[in-house]
């Protein structure tokens, strides 16, 4: 089963607009077939997902869930729960894009493309795990991208 995508725009900010957000899900709705093509990691549940909903938040609100959560209550770039749910930080990406002079809807999309690869099984607490991860990741941010964000 392939599952369905919605994106959510839950952080005020002027770069990041439900126009954005519906590019972002049409490039994730056309990547999907190709991240199930990939080896499934030990903890997969992707293709068994009905739907997955990624919720664009700001770094409050993901600092308040990685506290919950995962007792870290500092901000993270993405947080994905195996039941379908991924949130992500639009402030993040906007900060780690500025540091690194990358483009912050490329890191933004970046972040959603790590939750539905952590859904397809693959972890990245160790820096093996974090390179299998890394090396399904990588090809798929460079080729769906939505290059006119």
């Known amino acids: 089963m392939t599952p ?4 959510y725009v839950n952080a005020e900010r ?4 439900e126009e954005l957000a519906g590019r972002f899900r049409e490039a994730l709705v ?11 990691g030990p ?3 992707l293709s068994q997902l009905p739907m997955v909903e990624i919720s664009i938040v700001d770094d409050e609100t993901i600092a308040q869930v990685h506290g919950e959560f995962l007792n870290d209550p ?9 039941y379908g749910e991924i949130l992500v930080s639009c402030d993040t990406a906007a900060a780690y894009a500025q540091m690194h002079s990358l483009n912050r809807q490329e890191e933004l999309f970046r972040y959603m ?17 974090r390179e299998a991860l890394f090396a399904i990741q990588e090809p ?3 080729e ?6």
């Open 4 to 7: 369905e995508i919605e994106i």
């Open 14 to 17: 002027p770069w990041v607009t």
């Open 30 to 40: 056309a990547l999907l077939p190709r991240l199930l093509e990939q080896p499934i």
């Open 43 to 45: 903890d997969h549940v």
């Open 74 to 82: 500092t901000p993270t770039d993405a947080i994905t729960f195996p």
């Open 113 to 129: 493309v790590h939750g539905l690869v952590h859904l397809h099984g693959y972890l990245d607490y160790e820096p093996a795990d």
């Open 140 to 142: 798929l941010v460079r």
């Open 144 to 149: 769906y991208f939505p290059a006119r964000v």
